[in-house]
């Protein structure tokens, strides 16, 4: 074997900047059996972020960095986050002299900006990706640091000087590569009608849980539904499922989160409802799953860019975020009824399906790593 390579990697905030760290890093892992060489890992994230418990969950070797978000504070908070991303970059600091890593790669959310300008520092290759259509403030701040930068699609990559930017699609995690539809829904436990995933990723997403909620009788006299609701509203939903008459409750499927689970129910489904986050433009293609997207208009409102590529392809419908009370309901009970536009929808989304941008950004990593 040759000498060990040490991957440093980050990102968090959300499911759809630490689940493609994690494809990513089985990539690097079976690229360096190929090539005899042992890989050695550490993920460095925010104590309290959904990164903390994510890592570890996926065996991986966790870095606290001190780091806070900057947009959409008062000045008061703004300046207090700034004292943590500096204090951050000290920790990335002696992160990176002790573990001495010869390739950093960063997936955005706000702490990957301390780790990022450490890397800079101490000289690291940095290996980007972006994984929504426009890139967030962080990934923006690290793109003149980077050596390479892999993008979703595209659209992306027109920002950026030829050469820097790699497009790659989006990097799946295990589970979506031999997906069976038959068996999937065999495993939920669900009959020949349609069926319904709403999801709100790790966190949730209260307003499509409080439609949900308010009519939850009418949603299971049109739909079977696999509910993905966050850990928040876990138990009020809960207890509306336990009042529902036997012949309801029987079609709902309510989880407070789900993740090796989560392929086979987008493989189980007709249609999802969601967010629009960076997940969504690699996920839903590999499942085949057409989508009704109500993107956070938040954060710079990247999710409604995500929504736009796939609503431009006909893979999806989009929804403003303040009409989801009032349309939501009419709008995918109308589709699931739609056989037709469904496949036309499901086809769509199909023709953007691409299964090998982890073992792609693998390869760049591989290439930069000193």
């Given at each position: 074997?040759?000498r060990p390579?040490?991957v440093l990697?980050s990102?968090g905030g959300?499911?759809?900047h ?11 892992r ?8 042992e890989?050695?890992?550490r993920?460095a994230?925010t104590?309290?972020?959904v990164e903390?418990e ?20 008062n000045?008061?908070s ?8 500096a ?10 002299a ?7 790669f960063?997936?955005g959310?706000y702490v990957?900006?301390p780790?990022g300008?450490?890397?800079?520092l ?7 990706l972006?994984?929504?259509i426009?890139?967030g ?9 980077a050596?390479?930068i ?12 030829t050469?820097?930017a790699v497009?790659?699609g ?12 038959p ?19 790790v ?8 439609c ?5 009788d009418a949603?299971l ?13 876990y ?8 009042a529902?008459?036997a012949?309801l ?10 993740a090796e ?5 987008m493989a ?9 986050g960076a ?7 590999a499942?085949?799953?057409?989508a ?11 999710q409604?860019?995500?929504?736009q590529?796939?609503?431009d ?5 989009l929804?403003?975020?303040?009409r989801v009370d009032?349309?939501l309901?009419?709008?995918?009970t109308?589709?699931?009824?739609d056989?037709?536009r469904l496949?036309s ?12 941008a ?7 990593i ?5």
């Amino acid at each position: 074997m040759t000498r060990p390579l040490r991957v440093l990697l980050s990102g968090g905030g959300s499911g759809g900047h630490v689940f493609p760290a994690f494809a990513v890093a089985d990539a690097v892992r079976g690229l360096g059996n190929e090539q005899e060489t042992e890989i050695v890992f550490r993920f460095a994230g925010t104590a309290d972020g959904v990164e903390s418990e994510l890592a570890v969950e996926a065996g991986l070797t966790y870095a606290t960095i001190a780091a806070r978000a900057l947009r959409g504070r008062n000045p008061l908070s703004q300046l207090l986050s700034l004292g943590a991303t500096a204090t951050g970059v000290l920790d990335a600091l002696a992160l990176i002299a002790r573990f001495r890593p010869q390739v950093v790669f960063l997936t955005g959310g706000y702490v990957s900006a301390p780790v990022g300008v450490a890397a800079w520092l101490m000289r690291r290759p940095i290996v980007l990706l972006q994984p929504d259509i426009e890139p967030g403030w962080t990934l923006r701040l690290l793109a003149p640091l980077a050596s390479r930068i892999c993008v979703t699609h595209e659209r992306s990559a027109q920002r950026y000087r030829t050469g820097k930017a790699v497009v790659t699609g989006y990097p799946l995690r295990q589970g979506f590569h031999d997906l069976d539809k038959p068996l999937a829904r065999a495993h939920f436990q669900l009959n020949g009608g349609p069926a319904l995933l709403v999801t709100g990723a790790v966190r949730g997403a209260r307003r499509i849980n409080d439609c949900i909620a308010e009519r939850l009788d009418a949603w299971l006299t049109h739909t079977q539904l696999v509910h993905i609701s966050g850990r928040d509203d876990y138990d009020r939903l809960a207890r509306l499922r336990e009042a529902l008459p036997a012949r309801l409750r029987s079609r709902y499927r309510l989880y407070s989160y789900m993740a090796e689970e989560m392929p086979l129910a987008m493989a189980a489904c007709d249609l999802a409802v969601s967010r629009a986050g960076a997940s969504v433009m690699g996920e839903y293609p590999a499942a085949a799953l057409p989508a009704v997207l109500a993107p956070l208009g938040e954060a710079g409102g990247h999710q409604r860019y995500n929504a736009q590529l796939l609503a431009d392809a006909g893979a999806a419908v989009l929804i403003d975020d303040e009409r989801v009370d009032d349309q939501l309901f009419d709008l995918t009970t109308s589709l699931l009824g739609d056989t037709q536009r469904l496949e036309s929808m499901r086809e769509s989304m199909r023709r953007l399906r691409r299964t090998d941008a982890a073992a792609r950004i693998a390869e760049v990593i591989m290439a930069v790593a000193k």
